[in-house]
């Protein structure tokens, strides 16, 4: 069986000395550290496999990925219809390599490319592909897009699988591009009138309209579709490969483009036993923090006991140069990002061979120091008293052609601004707030589209005491993204919705407004949500306003300023000075309520301003009555991860301060320190030392009462403080 092959018992052995996993833990358990070589169509000439194992070996690497069928067949398929690469010849080259995987005693995800198919399929099965409305095949450059409705899918993609199985037995199945075209393009083909008529009872939309009750149906038997596969080719692969023998095609952590694939995250974790991760890297406006947050959001839905490897680029990826090497540090510090966040490394080159050889050198320092350190990076609970909810309904529904605005930059705000705070959080979906009651403090980034039941969770949750963070249009919209009269949850929220979002105006240019803090400073005292404001009355925003009426008993700490002209400067004086418009609307009783008429999430986002950050902050460590279990005080910008095992409190830090920051990519890595680091424990913890994972050895900690502290003379890339 092709499961029970691949692993000498000696690697076993020694694979479980290191992490303690017992040797009957299915390979997707206890693969930790993942290597993948693209292979291009010229490299089935010129592929040195005796290299590939010596850097196997290097890399430390325990399972690869290895291109197998597809676009393109890397073994002599027997349908002459699959592709063969342009070398490949009679060569078996995806046989040597699993042969030669197989011996060295690492496991191998088979990888399939579904999305697309060459010409002569095309002609003899016209059927399989897909059709824009006026019956021309959709292209990828001299490629056919396959439709995913089609038998393709049922009949000739499973039909591979079975190939591949029966040829090199790998482990499992993993697939680059499997979830057909995106909602972008509608497929026209006659398998999609037919099924959908028959399925929904209507003919498929003749264009995007989401009001339009086809369109919606037709979104809905997308993503019905997209899990339909994944069980589907889970069932042949595990019928023909044993029950280990699973498959599972590639996700991003980005919520925006996987609603626009039709790929339903919580579903898929539902029934996913690892998740493949495609992120080969940050942009400028995500950060690397991202990749933590994207690998902490996983986990809180697929659970922490299983595996997330990503793809990581050695190469240059923005602009990309795919035969470039990465900057070091760059792919580095994205490579301990994800490690922080839960997930494990992969490393990616596309081509077999590469002449910009300084890639070969970026992952093994870190894969040497993962594998030193392996048991304290898996197997975790994440610590934190702030959930931040995320919601992919909000971002089909809510925010539709525009949800990197409306959706992704609220949340990216909330979520940066709890990082430059070091307070640890987690992504929380909002389908699991009822079974959450761990967190003091939800956050809700203008989560608009909101079920009644989701909206009684929340309302449960504030009842029992729990606080709670809502900015913009939260609540204010339905399931399917119809706006309500007013919030559904105005009652906890202490506001009512008065009329649209807007930026009321006197005239000026729309990223001209102000907001005004209250009282004026040095006549009277101000709310704690102003601390650090004392020298001014006035910050300013830029931002939109959702405009609300607050309830009697609510506190108003910054109100509205309209906009007015910034040229000439004469002209530059505020019209309207003062009004009553409600920017953030404070509520105290069992719990603490804030509701942010103004976008400071999305401002924060965009515009990076401390004050907006300092503003988020106090909110938060208000709603939270300072209930935060970890304080790092010293400079530079700093991701904290705090997790705990059995016995043992584990800090990760990644130190992320650089020229290239917020400028990729970053080419030297900043040393910052002494950093100081206070942490609460559990009841009960006794801590005996806390060790240092990368400078190596201990340092000496103080207790008072559950708080640790400790201090760190200096961080380069990353530190991991075990405290057990
Ligand atoms: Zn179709």
């Not at 009957?24 to 290299?51: C, F, H, K, M, V």
């Not at 987690?426 to 009822?434: C, N, Q, S």
């Not at 976008?599 to 209930?627: G, M």
Request: include cysteine.
């Amino acid at each position: 069986m092709a499961t029970s092959l691949a692993i000498p018992a000696s690697i076993l052995a020694k694979a479980e000395r290191q992490s303690l996993v017992p040797a009957d833990t299915p390979w997707y358990r206890r693969t930790y550290r993942w290597g993948q070589t693209n292979i291009t169509e010229e490299d089935p000439a010129r592929y040195d496999t005796e290299w590939w194992r010596e850097h196997w070996r290097r890399t430390r690497v325990q399972g690869v990925i290895v291109n197998a069928g597809g676009i393109v067949a890397y073994y002599p398929a027997a349908d002459p219809l699959q592709h063969r690469a342009e070398t490949l010849g009679q060569r078996d080259l995806l046989g040597e390599i699993v042969t030669a995987a197989h011996k060295d005693g690492l496991v191998v995800m088979a990888r399939m490319d579904s999305n697309r198919a060459h010409e002569p399929m095309f002609r003899a099965h016209p059927d399989w592909f897909a059709m824009n409305s006026n019956r021309v095949p959709y292209r990828a450059a001299e490629l056919y897009v396959t439709c995913i409705h089609s038998r393709y899918y049922e009949e000739y993609i499973p039909a591979v699988l079975r190939e591949i199985i029966q040829r090199v037995h790998p482990e499992g199945f993993t697939d680059n591009s499997w979830s057909g075209l995106d909602r972008d393009s509608i497929c026209y083909c006659e398998t999609c009138a037919r099924t959908f008529r028959d399925r929904c009872g209507a003919q498929l939309p003749r264009t995007k309209d989401w009001d339009d009750s086809n369109y919606r149906k037709w979104i809905d038997w997308n993503y019905a579709r997209r899990l339909e596969i994944w069980d589907l080719n889970n069932r042949v692969t595990r019928s023909a490969g044993g029950p280990h023998c699973i498959w599972s095609g590639m996700l991003s952590g980005d919520i925006e483009s996987e609603s626009q694939r039709f790929r339903d995250l919580k579903a898929i974790c539902a029934r996913a036993d690892i998740i493949m991760f495609d992120d080969q890297g940050r942009t400028n406006s995500s950060g690397f923090q991202s990749n933590g947050e994207m690998g902490k959001r996983m986990h809180g839905l697929l659970g922490w006991d299983k595996l997330i490897p990503e793809s990581m680029a050695m190469y240059q990826r923005i602009p990309t140069f795919r035969k470039s090497s990465s900057p070091e540090p760059e792919a580095r510090l994205w490579m301990l990002e994800g490690i922080a966040g839960g997930i494990q490394p992969w490393w990616h080159h596309v081509g077999a061979i590469q002449e910009d050889r300084r890639q070969f050198h970026t992952a093994e320092p870190v894969y040497r120091w993962h594998e030193a350190n392996q048991r304290y990076l898996v197997n975790r609970q994440p610590i934190a008293t702030v959930g931040v909810v995320w919601s992919q309904d909000n971002t089909e529904w809510y925010g539709r052609d525009q949800a990197e605005s409306s959706t992704v930059l609220p949340y990216r705000g909330i979520i940066n601004a709890l990082i430059r705070s070091r307070i640890p959080h987690l992504p929380v979906h909002i389908d699991h707030v009822g079974r959450e009651p761990g967190f003091p403090l939800m956050i809700l980034p203008n989560i608009a589209v909101m079920s009644e039941t989701q909206a009684e969770a929340l309302k449960q949750h504030v009842s029992r005491g729990g606080s709670l963070i809502a900015t913009g249009e939260t609540s204010l919209y339905d399931e399917r993204g119809s706006r309500r009269k007013d919030f559904a949850l105005a009652d906890v929220l202490g506001v009512h919705a008065e009329g649209e979002r807007t930026r009321p105006g006197c005239g000026g240019p729309a990223d001209h407004s102000y907001l005004r803090l209250s009282p004026d400073m040095g006549s009277g005292e101000r709310h704690t949500v102003l601390r650090g404001l004392d020298e001014t009355n006035i910050v300013g925003f830029g931002g939109t306003i959702q405009r609300v009426q607050a309830v009697s008993g609510t506190n108003v700490p910054l109100t509205y300023i309209p906009d007015f002209p910034v040229y000439p400067p004469e002209t530059s004086w505020m019209r309207e000075p003062r009004t009553t418009i409600p920017a953030v609307v404070l509520r105290q009783s069992v719990s603490r309520v804030a509701y942010l008429a103004a976008d400071l999430d999305t401002r924060f986002a965009r515009d990076n301003l401390p004050d907006h950050l300092l503003l988020l902050q106090n909110i938060v460590r208000w709603a939270v009555s300072e209930n935060v279990p970890l304080q790092v005080t010293g400079r530079g910008f700093v991701d904290c991860h705090l997790y705990e095992q059995a016995g043992r409190l584990i800090l990760h830090l990644v130190n992320l301060t650089s020229a290239g920051t917020w400028r990729a990519p970053v080419d030297e890595l900043i040393p910052i320190g002494p950093l100081d680091v206070r942490v609460r424990v559990r009841q009960g913890l006794q801590v005996r030392t806390a060790k240092l994972l990368v400078a190596g050895g201990e340092t000496s900690v103080s207790a008072d009462g559950n708080w640790m502290t400790m201090r760190l003379p200096s961080i380069l890339d990353h530190e991991v403080i075990v405290l057990e």
